[in-house]
């Protein structure tokens, strides 16, 4: 008589860092669940932790909706300069979005098990934040160097989990992940395009991101646009630089880490046409992910079917050898 007892393989979904490119995680998450796949654990890395977050917490239509509506005017005015503080942007005004939407929620309260991914500054250790406010912690998973302030939290000084571990497969095996989907956002930009920053206007060097018409207070924005995104000349900028910089270093450690460790699944979205720093393409950017997913979807449940197989069988009677 059989009395092996039947449990589903436990799945994860690690989703992967990419800047504005991580609206592709909305569009995986949608097949998926369309598909009755039904994910246990979520860890996220920088864009992937605000994803990943909002997922778990049941908050991923409002940030659909959120992501859907921003132009790039609106980009704009969200970048608060913070000059005298270490990094360029102080991110307060997105601090303010995330503590509205997502108010006093904690990580270990969460409908669905999730691990955010950040860095400790001044050691490098990666840490999981399992616990505390989720809305804080998802501003130290996606604290860019030099672009955004160093968030401390729970002691620690923390900035992007990207630095030490862009695509937190890891993470989801340690929750008890039998089957880990990965979603990699940067499979094909070295294929490509390696980074794309916002047009200039040779005329008057403002790029297309700027919502002020020329004549109407552009000093200070035509200072700061030359300066983070480059001027008329071709030259990059500070911050095309210190992204694209950043870009090649995390995509060798994703290469690397997921050698070591690799996904039962890989989605890439293809979305080499949306530049980093696109974040008002989120439309495109969420079909990019929802292709992927429906391309892989075939191969996950193949896995999937083998690993419910291998958990109602007992194991193989070997004669006692």
């Known amino acids: 008589m059989n009395n092996h007892t039947y449990q589903r393989p436990r799945i994860g979904l690690a989703l992967g ?18 598909a009755g796949i039904e994910l246990d654990v979520v860890a996220g890395t920088s864009i992937g932790a605000l994803v990943g977050g909002c997922y778990a917490a049941n908050k991923l239509q409002e940030l659909k909706q959120f992501a859907l509506e921003l132009t790039r005017g609106r980009v704009f005015r969200l970048l608060d300069l913070a000059w005298n503080r270490s990094g360029v942007l102080s991110g307060d ?21 999730f691990i955010c991914i950040a860095t400790e500054l001044l050691t490098g250790h990666e840490i999981w934040l399992r616990s505390g406010r989720l809305s804080k912690a998802i501003r130290a998973s996606y604290a860019l160097p030099g672009v955004f302030s160093p968030i401390f939290f729970k002691e620690f000084w923390l900035i992007d989990g990207a630095v030490v571990n862009p695509i937190p497969v890891s993470a989801c095996r340690a929750m008890g992940a039998r089957m880990v989907i990965a979603v990699n956002l940067n499979n094909d930009v070295f294929g490509g395009t390696v980074i794309q920053a916002p047009e200039i206007d040779a005329r008057n060097g403002l790029a297309s991101l700027s919502p002020f018409k020329p004549g109407e207070g552009v000093e200070s924005p035509k200072s700061f646009l030359r300066q983070m995104f ?3 000349s071709g030259e990059p900028g ?15 450690m994703a290469r690397s880490r997921m050698a070591g460790d690799p996904p039962d699944i890989a989605i890439s979205p293809q979305s080499h046409d949306i530049g980093l720093f696109d974040f008002d393409k989120a439309a495109e950017a969420i079909a990019a992910g929802r292709e992927a997913a429906e391309k892989a979807l075939p191969e996950i449940k193949r896995v999937l079917g083998i690993l419910e197989i291998a958990s109602q069988d007992p194991p193989p009677d070997n004669g006692g050898i």
């Not at 860092?17 to 369309?34: D, F, K, T, Y």
């Not at 005004?93 to 098990?113: M, N, Q, S």
């Open 230 to 232: 480059g001027g008329g």
């Open 17 to 34: 860092a990419g800047v504005a490119r991580g609206w592709s995680h909305i569009g995986v998450i949608e097949v998926l669940e369309e």
């Open 238 to 252: 500070f911050t095309t630089v210190l992204m694209a910089a950043f870009n090649i270093s995390q995509d060798r």
């Open 93 to 113: 005004k997105l601090r303010e979005l995330l503590d509205e939407a997502l108010g006093e929620a904690r990580i270990e309260h969460l409908p669905k098990p």
